[in-house]
């Protein structure tokens, strides 16, 4: 394997019993305690990586940072804006509920199935499929993606080959704290393993 690429979802940014609420590009939260634990179970997990590259909000540079903490002679954190959230437009801060009473059950399901983008979301879709294909055409080595659930999922809309194994999944979406890893070989692009917390 001349690529692997283990993309990480960033750590808990609300305290558990508080309600969860659509925070994307806008809003940028630190991790809570819970956060800083996944991230450091990620650290203990998952290591060797040669180059890291994360979106530049608070909570994925201190995950990414923690992650690296545990690995000596760790690379330089590259900030990629690619990689940064998506803006959720007028749900930005909305609760679930509020989110499904404004667009409805569907268009949420679609967009974790499918990527589907939400009316009245903001996600630069092609922008970020760019950023994905050019990892996989001239990325090497071990490489670190720390980036939110919104970003991660266009990883397996980028190359046809990684839709197909992607349509097993019950999801697109990564949990916080959790990762996939997606390898290039002379075989292609293969997906090895997604939505899993250490």
């Known amino acids: ?17 508080e309600p969860a609420r659509r925070i994307g590009a806008r809003t940028d939260l630190p991790l809570v305690a819970s956060g800083h634990a996944q991230a ?16 530049p909000l608070l909570r994925t540079r201190e995950t990414a940072e923690a992650i690296l903490a545990a690995q000596p002679e760790a690379p330089v954190i590259e900030h990629a804006d690619w990689l940064t959230e998506i803006d959720h437009g007028p749900d930005e801060g909305a609760t679930e509920d509020a989110v ?3 667009i409805g059950h569907d268009a949420l399901a679609a967009w974790d199935a499918e990527a589907r983008v939400p009316d009245g979301w903001s996600v630069d879709a092609e922008r970020r499929l760019a950023g994905w294909r050019d990892l996989w055409t001239h990325g090497a080595g071990r490489v670190l993606i720390v980036t939110s659930n919104g970003a991660a999922r266009f990883a397996l809309r980028s190359d046809a080959a990684l839709q197909r194994q992607a349509a097993a999944l019950p999801s697109l979406k990564l949990r916080t704290g959790a990762y996939g890893v997606i390898v290039r070989d002379a075989d292609g692009l293969r997906l090895l393993d997604w939505d899993r917390r250490p």
């Open 1 to 17: 394997m001349d690529l692997i690429v283990t993309i990480v979802r960033h750590g808990n940014t609300f305290e558990p019993g």
């Open 40 to 55: 450091r179970a990620l650290g203990g997990a998952l290591h060797g990586f040669e180059r890291a590259l994360a979106a």
């Open 100 to 102: 499904v009473a404004r």
